[in-house]
């Protein structure tokens, strides 16, 4: 995990350098993997060393716990984590009160654990000593054994054409009368992993906890099979989660970002698109009275540069852009191709292709091609208003089906009453 939130970090901070339109996204994912790696560091060198000599348990009337422990042991090479469930302290005869429940519907469903059926047995079963919330014993058995013991370890014996067992599970409660027996049936299969040292452990210190159970603390034992055990408990990292949420939370932003962006792209586009018909008919108005295309053009965009509002107006600052860019030595001819590209609307790069065309073949023409132009924008301009107020209506059918209804409410409801 360490190196996953050092990679974080790394491509974290090239984007906020790199990647303009992505820093915002890459500044929180930043900052979840420093927080996520301070986080690791804290619980890796906090962790004591094996000395735990024991855990305590919950009180009278609390709940089991499952406790992860780290363990390892003279000539078995690496650690191991292995799982204790922890019972709470026991009623005594004076504090326990009688409760009842069905468990066998929960324990046909949760008894096969890694298995498919009962038909085909293969992995290790789960026969559970206890059921959290219900103060019940559960007492495990099976017609063999060595096949399948009582806490749902499979044997190392069963043949390969599988074996039928019979499986009698007691529900009793402690200190009462209240018992009652299930059996049923499962065939068993030889299992791919045999058991091992750590298996053999698991099992003894859920042998040691269940003699222990009415004592406050559980003593871990020191050896086992000739071995020394060291202990220490497996705690459940905050790291992993923290720098998942930042990732997640990252990728929110770096996708609101792009949203936002495409909203004030299309927005501009519009705005563009808007503007375009008054632009055009100028411009054939001024070539019409004599002057060049360069001159209509410089005109119109200095008449704006003039009188420029705060609301800025893209298609004439894209228009001051393309001057801009002639007074610096820019070609006319590539200043306004510069002007269609940046636009990115077809009736700009329309526009301006005109424009090119007739620098290369003379103005003649131009005037009733600038006027064509011009009714064909106004045309455009007429349907996209007749869309966008279809788009209104629809938008508004809605509220008014709800409107109508509560209308019809308010008239009907009255007139059941006072029929009742």
Known sequence: MPVVYLAGFVVSVYFLFQKKAYRKGAV?????????????????????DFGLSGLVREKKGGVEKTVKLEAEADGCGEKELLTVRLAPQAYTEEELSLLAGELW???????????????CVTEDMYFPERVDEYPF?????????????????????????GKLVEI????SHENTKYEEEHILYARLFPSKESGAFWN?????????????????????????EGRTLRFREKKNGRSGPMFLLFVVGGAAVIAGERQEAEKRKQKRKKEIEEEYPEMVSRMAMLVGAGMTISGAFKRIAGEYGRRRQKKEKPLYEEMLTACREMESGISERAAYQNMGTRCGVPVIVRFTALLIQYMQSGAAGLKKALREESGQALKERKERAQRLGEEAGTKLLLPMTLILMLVMALIMIPAFTSFG
């Open 28 to 48: 929180f994912i930043c900052v979840g993997s420093a927080a996520a790696l301070c986080f690791w560091c804290a619980e890796y060198f906090g962790q004591k």
């Open 105 to 119: 519907q929960y324990l046909e469903q949760e008894m096969l654990s890694g298995n498919v059926s009962m038909d």
């Open 137 to 161: 014993l559960l007492k495990w058995s099976s017609d063999a054994p060595a096949l399948l013991s009582a806490q749902g370890k499979l044997g190392e014996e069963i043949p390969q054409s």
């Open 168 to 171: 009698r599970v007691r529900i």
């Open 200 to 224: 053999r452990l698991e099992k003894k210190l859920k042998e040691y906890e269940e003699k222990t159970r009415k004592d406050a603390a559980y003593e871990l034992p020191g050896q086992f």
